[in-house]
Structures are given as C-alpha cells and as structure tokens.
C-alpha cells in the first residue's frame, strides 16, 4: 500500500533528447508527490513537486505529468544535457504520513554527450 | 545561506567500535530525519524527531540510535558497528506542516560510512 514504483532503473539519453521516468503508487491518499535529483557524493536535493489537483507542472525544462485515475506520474527532462546526469527518486507522501516521504527506487540517469 | 551541514564528510570505523555522526541545521526547522542509503538504492529513513518527539521506524535495528539535544543539532549513534552498516548516512530537515512548513525536506551532503 506504501509502495512507490519506478521505472527504468537507467536510462541512457543523447544530448538533447528527452529524458522520461516514470512512477506508480498505490495509496490513493498520497496528495504530494516530489521528484529529487541526487548527484554522486551528495544528498538528493528537490527538483520539482506536485499536488493532485493539476496534470501537469512545468518549471524550466523538467515537467512532471500526473494520472491520478492511473495513479501514475512521470518526469520528463526535455532538453538534455550531460549536467543532468544523476539519480532521480520520485516520492510521494500525504499529511497523514506527516511529512515521510516514501521514496520510489531511482533511476540513474546518463546523458551522451 | 540557510543549510543542513553533516560531519565527517567520510567516516571510516572498526568493526564493533561505536561511531558517531552528526548534523546540524540552520534552517529551524523543526523536523529532523536521519536516512540511510545504500549503493544504487533509495534512502531508508531509520528515524525522525518532531521537536524532541522521537520516532523510530520499526525495522530500524537497536543498534542506531539518535539525540538531538537542541533544535540545531542531531546525532547518529551506531553503538556496534557491522560490516552491513557500511552506507551513506543522510540527514534532512523540514518544517511540520502545523507549524507552516511544507512536505519539502532539505537534505544535508551525507557522511559516507566505511566499516573494516
């Protein structure tokens, strides 16, 4: 009921491509549901977050799309460039849960120059 | 700027020799986690005080422990290290929602654990 499920574990993108991940969840109660970026060494850091009452959030070139009838979201990184090499977890928590963050697995991301 | 510092950076300890690591805030928030995060996987939150409340997760071993003796700091006691424990150590804050925070949490750099 907790879980978070994400997809690809890697993904491998040109430059200028775009870069797709994607998340399930099962706790319809999850009302908040933030993508963080991690680069080797160091902590993940927030990208970009939504909230349910909207499909889509746009900040830069990082998008996430939300299903909620699908219970599905997605980050898609349009543009990319080698500086976006790194993990990303999406997560996904609601106020019942305080603020625990239940994390998906990752993805690590590579852009080819 | 306002940040979450961790210290050591890298931390290298025997094999049952307690270790201690540490985390400071300047953020005042008053949530503060401590996550470990293993090679190639997402971090595992091991506990997290509301104020002075502490929380242990359930699967969180006896062996960690915590102490945070003021709204600033927070420490991370591993009393018997194995070699198993060897992982990144995070740290995090935020701000409770009641106290008009958000779900957001800011994560410190990690202290990177070596047992031998």
């Known amino acids: 009921q907790q879980q978070v499920k994400q997809s690809p574990q890697s993904l491998i993108v040109q430059k200028g491509g775009i870069s797709i991940i994607n998340c399930a969840y099962e706790?319809?109660?999850?009302?908040?549901f933030p993508w963080y970026q991690q680069f080797p060494g160091k902590g993940p850091a927030l990208l970009i977050a939504?909230?349910?009452?909207?499909s889509e959030k746009k900040e830069g070139r990082f998008t996430i799309s939300f299903n909620k009838s699908a219970k599905q979201f997605s980050l898609h990184i349009m543009d990319s460039q080698p500086g976006d090499s790194a993990t990303y977890f999406c997560?996904?928590?609601?106020?019942?849960?305080?603020?625990?963050?239940?994390f998906g697995g990752g993805t690590r991301l590579m852009v080819k120059p | 700027d306002a940040m979450v510092i961790q210290n050591p950076r890298y931390q290298v300890t025997q094999f049952g020799k307690p270790v201690t690591l540490s985390c400071s805030q300047t953020?005042?928030?008053?949530?503060m986690y401590w996550y470990q995060q293993k090679s190639s996987q997402a971090p595992k939150l091991l506990f997290h005080?509301?104020?002075?409340?502490?929380?242990n997760e359930a699967d969180t071993p006896d062996n960690f422990q915590s102490r945070r003796p003021n709204t600033s700091f927070c420490f991370l006691d591993i009393r018997s290290p194995g070699l198993g424990d060897a992982a990144m150590y995070l740290c995090?804050?935020?701000?409770?929602?009641?106290?008009?925070?958000?779900?957001?949490?800011?994560f410190g750099p990690g202290t990177r654990l070596t047992v031998t």
């Open positions: 997560a996904a928590t609601n106020n019942n849960a305080g603020n625990m963050l239940t």
């Open positions: 995090a804050t935020s701000r409770d929602l009641a106290g008009g925070g958000s779900y957001e949490q800011y």
């Open positions: 939504i909230r349910p009452d909207v």
């Open positions: 706790n319809t109660a999850f009302d908040y």
């Open positions: 953020l005042n928030h008053n949530v």
């Open positions: 005080y509301y104020d002075k409340d502490f929380n």
